[in-house]
C-alpha cells in the first residue's frame, strides 16, 4: 500500500513551466524532475532553456526540453505547446511561471509598459492555458499552477500593471478551476510574496527599500527560491488531488496581517 510520501511523486508526469531558466521556474522545474517527472522548460531566451534543460537532466535523469517561447505570443505558445506534444507524448502539467514587473507611479507608465506586464503575466496564463485545454480534457486529467502573487491581495504604490495582471491570473484560476473540474483538471494559484529572485534585484539592492520589506513580513526575512518548491510540487501532485481553484499564499505571513 502506498504511503503519504508516495502521494508528493510525479512519476510518470509530463510537466511544462514557463519562464523555466531562473528564480520560481527553474526551482519548479528541478522539484519535478527529482519527483519523477519529465519536464519542459521555455524561455525568450532558447539557448537558455537548452542549457538548464541539460543541467536538469543531469542532475536527475528525467527527460528534459528547453524550448524558446514568447507566452505573450498566442503563435508562439501555439507552437510551444505542440512541440512539447510531439515530443513527451502528452502533457499533464502546466506551470504558468513566465512574468515581469516594471515599478513606477501609473502617470509615467506608457501604453507599451503596460502591454508588456499584462502580456508576460495575464496574457500568456491565458493563451498557455487556452493551448492545452483540449489536451488536459481529452485525458481527463491535469495539473494547472498558475503563478499569481501575494500583491492580488495585497498591493503597494507603482504596481498598478502588475497587481491588475495577478488579480486577473487569480480570478482566471477559480473560473478554470470550475470549468475543468468535471474533466479531472484542477487549477490553483500559487501566490508568492516576498523572496530573493532575479525580479525584485532593483528592491535587494536599495537598502532602504529592502528593510521596508523585511520589517513588514511576520516570519522577519525574505524568502529564499527554494521555499517555493514544496508548494509547487504539493499542488502538482496527488497530495492536493482534492483542491482546484485555491490560492496558496507563500509570504510569510504578510497576507495575514
Same mark, same amino acid.
Given at each position: 500500500? *502506498?504511503? +503519504?510520501? @508516495?502521494?508528493?511523486?510525479? $512519476? %510518470?508526469?509530463? &510537466?511544462? !513551466?514557463?519562464?523555466?531558466?531562473? =528564480?520560481?521556474?527553474?526551482?519548479?522545474?528541478?522539484?519535478?524532475?527529482?519527483?519523477?517527472?519529465?519536464?519542459?522548460?521555455?524561455?525568450?531566451?532558447?539557448?537558455?532553456?537548452?542549457?538548464?534543460?541539460?543541467?536538469?537532466?543531469?542532475?536527475?535523469?528525467?527527460?528534459?526540453?528547453?524550448?524558446? *517561447?514568447? +507566452?505573450? @505570443?498566442?503563435?508562439?505558445? $501555439? %507552437?510551444?505547446? &505542440?512541440? !512539447?506534444?510531439?515530443?513527451?507524448? =502528452?502533457?499533464?502539467?502546466?506551470?504558468?511561471?513566465?512574468?515581469?514587473?516594471?515599478?513606477?507611479?501609473?502617470?509615467?507608465?506608457?501604453?507599451?509598459?503596460?502591454?508588456?506586464?499584462?502580456?508576460?503575466?495575464?496574457?500568456?496564463?491565458?493563451?498557455?492555458?487556452?493551448?492545452?485545454?483540449?489536451?488536459?480534457?481529452?485525458?481527463?486529467?491535469?495539473?494547472?499552477?498558475?503563478?499569481?502573487?501575494?500583491?492580488?491581495?495585497?498591493?503597494?504604490?507603482?504596481?498598478?500593471?502588475?497587481?491588475?495582471?495577478?488579480?486577473?491570473?487569480?480570478?482566471?484560476?477559480?473560473?478554470?478551476?470550475?470549468?475543468?473540474?468535471?474533466?479531472?483538471?484542477?487549477?490553483?494559484?500559487?501566490?508568492?510574496?516576498?523572496?530573493?529572485?532575479?525580479?525584485?534585484?532593483?528592491?535587494?539592492?536599495?537598502?532602504?527599500?529592502?528593510?521596508?520589506?523585511?520589517?513588514?513580513?511576520?516570519?522577519?526575512?525574505?524568502?529564499?527560491?527554494?521555499?517555493?518548491?514544496?508548494?509547487?510540487?504539493?499542488?502538482?501532485?496527488?497530495?492536493?488531488?482534492?483542491?482546484?481553484?485555491?490560492?496558496?499564499?507563500?509570504?510569510?505571513?504578510?497576507?495575514?496581517?
Amino acid at each position: 500500500m *502506498a504511503g +503519504v510520501l @508516495d502521494s508528493f511523486r510525479l $512519476d %510518470g508526469r509530463m &510537466a511544462l !513551466v514557463t519562464g523555466g531558466t531562473r =528564480g520560481f521556474g527553474r526551482v519548479i522545474a528541478e522539484a519535478y524532475a527529482e519527483a519523477g517527472a519529465d519536464v519542459a522548460i521555455c524561455s525568450r531566451d532558447g539557448d537558455a532553456a537548452a542549457a538548464v534543460a541539460r543541467d536538469i537532466a543531469r542532475t536527475t535523469g528525467r527527460r528534459t526540453l528547453g524550448l524558446r *517561447a514568447d +507566452v505573450s @505570443d498566442p503563435a508562439s505558445v $501555439d %507552437g510551444l505547446i &505542440a512541440t !512539447v506534444l510531439d515530443r513527451f507524448g =502528452g502533457l499533464d502539467t502546466l506551470v504558468n511561471n513566465a512574468g515581469v514587473n516594471i515599478r513606477r507611479p501609473v502617470e509615467d507608465l506608457s501604453e507599451q509598459d503596460w502591454r508588456t506586464v499584462l502580456g508576460a503575466n495575464l496574457e500568456g496564463t491565458f493563451y498557455c492555458c487556452r493551448a492545452v485545454s483540449r489536451h488536459l480534457k481529452e485525458r481527463r486529467f491535469g495539473r494547472v499552477l498558475n503563478v499569481s502573487s501575494m500583491m492580488a491581495v495585497a498591493s503597494l504604490a507603482g504596481r498598478v500593471p502588475y497587481t491588475a495582471a495577478k488579480a486577473g491570473i487569480l480570478a482566471m484560476t477559480r473560473t478554470l478551476a470550475l470549468e475543468w473540474a468535471p474533466h479531472g483538471v484542477t487549477v490553483n494559484a500559487l501566490c508568492p510574496g516576498p523572496f530573493l529572485t532575479e525580479m525584485n534585484a532593483p528592491i535587494m539592492e536599495n537598502p532602504e527599500q529592502f528593510e521596508f520589506f523585511r520589517a513588514r513580513i511576520p516570519l522577519g526575512r525574505w524568502g529564499n527560491p527554494p521555499e517555493i518548491a514544496g508548494p509547487a510540487l504539493f499542488l502538482a501532485s496527488d497530495a492536493a488531488s482534492f483542491m482546484t481553484g485555491a490560492c496558496l499564499f507563500v509570504d510569510g505571513g504578510w497576507t495575514a496581517q
